[in-house]
């Protein structure tokens, strides 16, 4: 078992050994390690509950940690279920000091591509994974989760 730190191309090279203490000769294979990413939907709001009749924007952070700089992002490839982002910016998101990545995904979009059934006055969660890479094609992965909820008919709040 071995954990990689950081993603990015990695050489692992392994030996056998049998029960009587024989070693094989070393063989080895390049892998592309995926780097794990924080993601957040809708950045503090914990309930992820976007109104499936809406027209607007779902905010989503990409965190930057000791691990992972977000500002090395090849935004053009970041893609939410499937989606592009309409809208991209580097911000302190958490107010840790550090630039985040916050991007901007259409409603719309998202529930056609993650394809929730929903009847009035009901509610799904979505698992959502954010996949991309950074400009140096070092690939990375994270998922939250997204509560699509339908409006009552003919109530009014």
Request: glycine letters at 8%.
């Amino acid at each position: 078992d071995h954990t990689f730190t950081v993603g990015g191309l990695a050489t692992v090279i392994v030996t056998a050994t049998d029960k009587d203490g024989g070693t094989s000769d070393p063989a080895s294979i390049q892998i592309n390690v995926v780097q794990p990413v924080d993601v957040d939907l809708k950045p503090g709001n914990s309930q992820n509950r976007v109104n499936a009749e809406s027209q607007g924007l779902v905010p989503v952070a990409l965190y930057t940690t000791s691990a992972f700089n977000a500002a090395s992002v090849d935004t053009s490839s970041i893609r939410l279920a499937g989606v592009a982002a309409d809208q991209v910016a580097l911000e302190d998101v958490d107010g840790d000091g550090d630039l985040d990545l916050i991007l901007h995904f259409a409603v719309q979009e998202l529930l056609a591509a993650l394809a929730p059934e929903l009847e009035p006055d009901s509610e799904v969660s979505v698992d959502a994974e954010l996949t991309g890479e950074t400009i140096d094609n070092v690939l990375l992965t994270g998922t939250d989760t997204l509560n699509f909820f339908s409006p009552s008919k003919g109530k009014k709040h």
